[in-house]
T-cell receptor, first 112, second 112 residues
Framework: EADIYQTPRYLVIGTGKKITLECSQT?????MYWYQQDPGMELHLIHY???????EKGDLSSESTVSRIRTEHFPLTLESARPSHTSQYLC???????????FGAGSRLTVL | GNSVTQMEGPVTLSEEAFLTINCTYT??????LFWYVQYPGEGLQLLLK?????DKGSNKGFEATYRKETTSFHLEKGSVQVSDSAVYFC???????????FGTGTSLTVIP
């Protein structure tokens, strides 16, 4: 049973709105990741964190930002949403050196 | 660099048919290899893994063998069920880092 939670699961908002996608895990994982999943299903790493106060950009350029103030929490923020941000966002976490990533159920964002 | 190439979909099979989804990889060093599954509306779940050459990962009737000589990790199941309908992702994790690399996903539909 995965102990990683994403909210909201579904969000429909208008252009220009600020949104924050929440991701929390209760497993004490130090590594956390955000992936963007396009309609063709491919996963793109957009942000990751190796611990508190550590954040890095991933392979896919993104206008979103992240923060890691607490180990268990890794929110993703879009200051001004646009239709091109419409996508599924998946959060994942794992221990350093571990071979397993645990994924949340995803947040599906639609920007009108 | 590191990358994963997997068979393009979608794949449609009749119930009880044999399944193969091909996956090959490029990596520096000796990565760990994974298959993840994504059911509709959910995040990814780990299906099976193998951490060294010739290891066989297995779960729920699915199997994959880590073949270093052919840099492959093909997923197989002898008799698929309707409940196996999902998207399957091949992935690798480099042993010297914390990055995971995912294939583009293969959609499987099993019809009764």
């Amino acid at each position: 049973e995965a102990d990683i939670y994403q909210t909201p699961r579904y969000l429909v908002i208008g252009t220009g709105k600020k949104i924050t996608l929440e991701c929390s895990q209760t497993m004490g994982h130090d590594k956390m990741y955000w992936y963007q999943q396009d309609p063709g299903m491919e996963l793109h790493l957009i942000h990751y964190s190796y611990g508190v106060n550590s954040t890095e950009k991933g392979d896919l350029s993104s206008e979103s930002t992240v923060s890691r103030i607490r180990t268990e929490h890794f929110p993703l923020t879009l200051e001004s949403a646009r239709p091109s941000h419409t996508s599924q966002y998946l959060c994942a976490s794992g221990f350093s050196g571990a071979n397993v990533l645990t994924f949340g159920a995803g947040s599906r964002l639609t920007v009108l | 660099g590191n990358s994963v190439t997997q068979m393009e979909g979608p794949v449609t099979l009749s119930e009880e048919a044999f399944l193969t989804i091909n996956c090959t990889y490029t990596a520096t060093g000796y990565p760990s290899l994974f298959w993840y599954v994504q059911y509709p509306g959910e995040g990814l779940q780990l299906l099976l893994k193998a951490t060294k050459a010739d290891d066989k990962g297995s779960n729920k009737g699915f199997e994959a063998t880590y073949r270093k000589e052919t840099t492959s990790f093909h997923l197989e199941k002898g008799s698929v069920q309707v409940s196996d309908s999902a998207v399957y992702f091949c992935a690798l994790r480099e042993n010297t880092g914390n990055q995971f690399y995912f294939g583009t996903g293969t959609s499987l539909t099993v019809i009764p």
